[in-house]
Nanobody, 113 residues
Framework: VHVVESGGGLVQPGGSLRLSCVASGSAFSMFVMSWYRQAPGKAREHIATISSDESDTDYADSVKGRFTISRDNGKNTVYLQMNNLKFEDTAMYYC???????WGQGTQVTVSS
């Protein structure tokens, strides 16, 4: 299983970005998927998790109400919609196949004016 994130970039405070993560393999619909982030000098932080059938989601308090995790099992893709971005959201964002402990290489999000 390969995990590839995309969609990061430079955005102004208050702006939005949508990250995508594609996980290869025919068992994607059975995977619990998560997003994490890591800012320079800080530990990796859990952001959001979504169950295999999208029935259950979980968010860190720091992003609750601003970020939304979703998935399209037909496309082997999980998304992270990020709205009202703040300076402190600047980090490398990683996608994880939670069941398997697999990670992608990350995509950089920078919030700057």
């Amino acid at each position: 299983v390969h995990v590839v994130e995309s969609g990061g970039g430079l955005v102004q405070p208050g702006g939005s970005l949508r990250l995508s993560c594609v996980a290869s393999g025919s068992a994607f619909s059975m995977f619990v998927m998560s997003w994490y982030r890591q800012a320079p000098g800080k530990a990796r932080e859990h952001i959001a998790t979504i169950s295999s059938d999208e029935s259950d989601t979980d968010y860190a308090d720091s992003v609750k109400g601003r970020f939304t995790i979703s998935r399209d099992n037909g496309k082997n893709t999980v998304y992270l919609q990020m709205n009202n971005l703040k300076f402190e959201d600047t980090a490398m964002y990683y996608c994880s196949v939670t069941n398997l402990g697999l990670w992608g290489q990350g995509t950089q999000v920078t919030v700057s004016s």
